[in-house]
């Protein structure tokens, strides 16, 4: 007989760079210095790369892109630098802000130049605040270009699924005109005919690959990043959580990682640089940084589970500290736990139908406390401010029937697809009067009562003098343009009504290790720790805390990435893409 076969030991690695995390962050710093003509090795805990980046929106905020200038878009420095000074105040720093402005547009035009990443223009999204000064109309965002995942041939299996709560049987729906369409496929033939292929499409990739295979908003850029990293020589090792960074020589040196086989050794002759994605789900730090949640359970985020905060750790075991002066910890955003059918539950981030006409945000005292059509960020900000201290944050979204059927309301779809199976769980409330709803809900009913039929009178004058909902071009835009005489403005009073429970949630973190400019990671003295850099939230957040407009963590992600990727390969930053190794 012959004897059991036992596994072959893993073998410990060498190369220049190691980079700790798959998301848009750590691909890329990793597609940067590898076309700069470094060896790079990407390790990822989990079984998939693309992090929270493959679930997100796939929006960069970029002011001064190439996209806008070949538009005819032509902005001033100063006037972002001028905005991005009222909303960041006292936490501005003027060094992390003129690396990300400068460098930027160079980082467009690097990945559109150099590989596969493609961009689509934001020339039509304005910031968030429309009131503050040198706020844009637009021209200060880009996007992804859609993907077919075939490109990306065995490795696909790899990549991370987009959130199925948000997928329509799996398919992305991109944001913008797409989603139009799909939200006007029962009243528009044009947009039924759309929505009709790309459903027909869907199921035959469904039947050939299991997997829809047209990839959109932060899955697609995940894949063009992972492309790109594949085609430079990038080795991605899923499966690969790190450990402990080793420090040899008054410098970082690499990292040990377990594997499927046991514990390797990675040795970077250049740097270790940390992308894994913040702390969302480290139960401790949320107790330790988040006042709202006093044991680190009273808050769920959007991002990806295994965001646990590894790379902090990393960090600060060789001596990195992190930036807790800050205005906020988090990037807030509203979402309501969806029951799952194996008992758990996932948070869906409330993005979309806040700004829709017919929708209204109360607390329990069956009141308004926001303007619903502002930012996920201002949604969040002002429901923690309005609950006392101590007391259970939560909140309502309350609409009627068309509205539902028309857009959806958090996990639940728009029409035709059915809502039963999540009134029977408890996720969404239903109700034939204002009254019953609130009771379903623990609501005050004569306040809920009270809120609703005052709200009805404003918004068939369309206006809102409580919150001046629909009076900034963010709330336009994020409304319903064919909606009129206000795109975020309807009465709600055709029943049954309908609300969702609103927790506090996160679509990451925005407190993270302390970096100089280059996005070296500093120690207590303000000293750059040599061989370690840091990007993505694992950096602290460039906003220091506020969140100025759509794309504020993706486009300093990536920036910052290819300033790391630059500053390791020893070539200096300039405003214009140096000529790379493999385009010479």
């Known amino acids: 007989m012959n004897a059991p076969s036992t596994p072959c030991p893993p073998q410990d690695l060498l190369c220049d760079v190691l980079v700790i995390g798959a998301g848009a962050g750590g691909l890329a710093t990793a597609v940067t210095a590898a076309t700069l003509g470094l060896d790079v090795v990407v390790i990822e805990k989990d079984a998939v790369y693309g992090g929270t980046t493959a679930w997100s929106g796939g929006w960069m905020w970029i002011p001064r892109n ?10 001033d420095p100063s006037a972002p630098r001028a905005y991005l000074r009222q909303e960041i105040g006292e936490h501005y720093s003027e060094a992390h802000i003129e690396a990300f402005l400068a460098q930027g547009p160079a980082m467009v035009e690097f990945f559109e130049r ?34 077919d995942a075939r490109e990306l041939g065995v490795e696909f299996a790899r990549l991370r699924p987009p959130l199925d709560l948000t997928t329509l049987w799996g398919m992305g729906i991109a944001s913008g005109a797409e989603l139009r369409h799909f939200l006007r496929a029962l009243c528009s033939f044009p947009s039924f005919a759309y929505v009709a292929r790309r459903v027909l499409r869907h199921g035959l990739d469904l039947l050939l690959h299991g997997r829809g295979m047209r990839l959109v908003n932060g899955n697609a850029l995940a894949a063009r990043l992972a492309k790109s990293a594949f085609d430079a020589g990038v080795r991605i090792l899923t499966s690969h959580p790190a450990r402990r960074l080793i420090a040899q020589d008054g410098r970082i040196a690499g990292a040990v990682a377990a594997t499927p086989s046991g514990d390797i050794t990675i040795r970077a002759r250049r740097a270790v640089v940390l992308a894994c994605g913040g702390f969302p789900h480290d139960v401790a730090r949320k107790q330790a940084l988040f006042s709202h949640a006093p044991t680190g359970r009273e808050h769920w985020s959007a991002a990806v589970p295994s965001n646990t905060g590894d790379g902090l750790r990393l960090g600060e075991a060789v001596g990195a500290r992190l930036e807790t002066r800050t205005a906020s910890h988090g990037a807030w955003a509203p979402v309501s736990l969806v029951p799952r059918t194996d008992g758990s539950t996932t948070a869906y981030p409330h993005l979309i139908e806040r700004a829709k006409p017919g929708v209204i945000a109360v607390t329990p005292r069956g009141q308004r406390f926001v303007n619903e059509a502002d930012s996920y960020y201002d949604f969040m900000d002002a429901l923690l401010k309005t609950v006392a201290p101590g007391q259970p944050v939560h909140a309502w979204l309350v609409c009627d029937h068309p509205f539902i059927r028309r857009y959806g309301l958090g996990a639940a779809k728009p029409a035709p697809l059915p809502l039963g199976s999540l009134v029977r769980s408890g996720y969404l409330r239903r109700a034939d009067s204002i009254a019953a709803l609130a009771r379903q809900c623990g609501i005050d009913a004569a306040a809920l009562e009270a809120t609703v039929a005052q709200y009805n009178q404003h918004a068939r004058a369309g206006r809102d003098p409580l919150f001046a909902k629909g009076e900034t071009a963010y709330n336009r835009v994020q409304g319903d343009a064919q909606h009129q005489p206000n795109p975020c403005m309807a009465p709600i009073e055709h029943g049954p009504f309908y609300a969702v429970k609103i927790v506090p949630g996160s679509l990451g973190t925005f407190t993270g290790l302390r970096t100089d400019a280059s996005a070296r990671v500093l120690d207590a003295q303000g000293q750059p720790i040599a061989g370690l850099y840091a990007c993505g939230n694992d950096m602290h957040s460039v906003m220091g805390g506020r969140y100025p407009s759509g794309g504020i963590t993706l486009g300093p992600a990536m920036t910052f990435g290819y300033i790391a990727g630059h500053h390791i390969a020893g070539v200096p930053r300039q405003s214009q893409p140096p000529a790379y190794p493999e385009a010479a």
């Open 66 to 75: 190439p996209l806008a200038q070949r538009a005819g878009i032509h902005e």
């Open 114 to 147: 150099y590989t596969a990443v493609q961009f689509i223009d934001g020339n039509a999204v304005p910031d968030f605040h429309g009131r503050t000064p040198h706020a844009a109309l637009g021209g200060r965002s880009v996007s992804v270009q859609p993907f």
